[in-house]
């Protein structure tokens, strides 16, 4: 956070949710960005993956850099896999990011599991594979 931000901070977050969808047919290797932090910083809660191919599991390269940053190996931090039909039967719950990878997460003083992200700070995802059903990304964020 900025010292801008630093006085006002918590009475002032207001909750986003951008999302973004992969089109099936998406080559594999493609880095797409899912969100930056704003001005006066943010804060991801969760990142939430739907699956709408039902047969395929896709695996993820999670990267978390100054943005333009995604082709930096050191910030690509972890692989993760999002299960076919995730989110999307009714049975198979969504694939989240602090599910699968809590040590990516700072703990805030309320012990909620938080990214940080500074003006200036994204994140991307890769996928592995040429994707054969779309993708429906939703981060769960909060800006200051």
Known sequence: MNSNSNTTSFATLTGTYPAVLLASGTASNTDTLVTSGATNASIVLDILFRNLDNSNNV??????????????????????????????????????????????????????????????????????????????????????
Do not use: H, W
């Open 59 to 144: 695996n993820f390269d999670i990267i978390i850099g100054p943005t333009g940053s995604n082709t930096t190996e050191q910030n690509n931090r972890v692989q993760m896999s999002v299960p076919a039909a995730s989110g999307n039967n009714g049975t198979t719950p969504l694939a989240s990011l602090a599910g699968q990878v809590p040590v990516l997460f700072d703990m805030d003083l309320a012990g909620n599991r938080v990214i940080t992200l500074e003006s200036g700070i994204s994140i991307y995802v890769r996928n592995k594979a040429a994707l054969s059903g779309d993708i429906c990304i939703t981060v769960k964020q909060r800006n200051f």
